[in-house]
């Protein structure tokens, strides 16, 4: 079945660019139907949709992240990508990446990597 | 953006009790709401889609219902591997946006 996995720097020094990458296992990334984000976790807090990619390269952002978020795919390898620039104390959380279905519904998060925690500090 | 709102925030109660979350929209989001379940430590895992429709291999002791701006979510009968944080999340518009959660805990 389809597996996705987190992968990317566990320490940031603030100002500078968080930069992660979602590998998919078990099925093509390029499978219709289907899209790819990433939503973040602060320890204790709740869930926030930082955005979403389509394999044709369409995306969507939180706007109240937008001007610092990069979200791309490379199909080739499997994989799609986050980039979120100009980090502060307030982006350390755990980060996820999670697959969005609108196959058998209308649209949910059916498939969800563990999870990479990352915190910026100096 | 859409702003999610569960109550209650935290739950305790018994094996066996009947458990009632609330997720209320601040618009009309039609039926476009999807309920997870997340373990300490674990990524969320769907377990309702559609506000009312059982993702597979979910047990029939959770049920979702509601449309518009009020949603319910229910576990017919607590078991002990239901203790979770349970959260609501609105795919009518983006941003997509979760509730802030709901603690459930066992009496």
């Known amino acids: 079945q389809v597996q996705l996995q987190e992968s990317g720097p566990g320490l940031v020094k603030p100002s500078q660019t968080l930069s992660l990458t979602c590998t998919v296992s078990?099925?093509?990334?390029?499978?219709?139907?289907?899209?790819w984000s990433w939503i973040r976790q602060p320890a204790g807090k709740g869930l926030e949709w930082i955005g979403r990619?389509?394999?044709?390269?369409?995306?969507n952002n939180n706007p109240s992240l937008n001007s610092r978020v990069t979200i791309s795919v490379d199909t080739s390898k499997n994989q799609f990508s986050l980039k979120l620039s100009s980090v502060t104390a307030a982006d350390t959380a755990m980060y996820y990446c999670?697959?969005?279905?609108?196959?058998?519904?209308?649209?949910?998060?059916?498939?969800w990597g563990q999870g990479t925690m990352v915190t910026v500090s100096s | 953006d859409i702003q999610m709102t569960q109550s209650p925030s935290s739950l305790s109660a018994s094996v066996g009790d009947r458990v009632t979350i609330t997720c209320q929209a601040s618009?009309?989001?039609?039926?476009?709401l999807n309920w997870y379940q997340q373990k300490p430590g674990k990524a969320p895992k769907l377990l309702i889609y559609?506000?009312?429709d059982l993702e597979t291999g979910v047990p029939s002791r959770f049920s979702g219902s509601g449309s518009g701006t009020d949603f319910t979510f229910t576990i017919s009968s607590l078991q002990p591997e239901d203790i979770a944080t349970y959260y609501c999340?609105?795919?009518?518009?983006?941003?997509?946006?979760f509730g802030q959660g709901t603690k459930l805990e066992i009496k």
């Open positions: 559609d506000a009312s």
């Open positions: 990619i389509y394999t044709s390269g369409s995306t």
């Open positions: 999340q609105q795919y009518d518009n983006v941003p997509y946006t």
């Open positions: 618009q009309d989001i039609s039926n476009y």
């Open positions: 078990g099925g093509s990334i390029n499978s219709g139907s289907y899209y």
């Open positions: 999670a697959r969005g279905t609108t196959v058998t519904k209308d649209d949910a998060f059916d498939i």
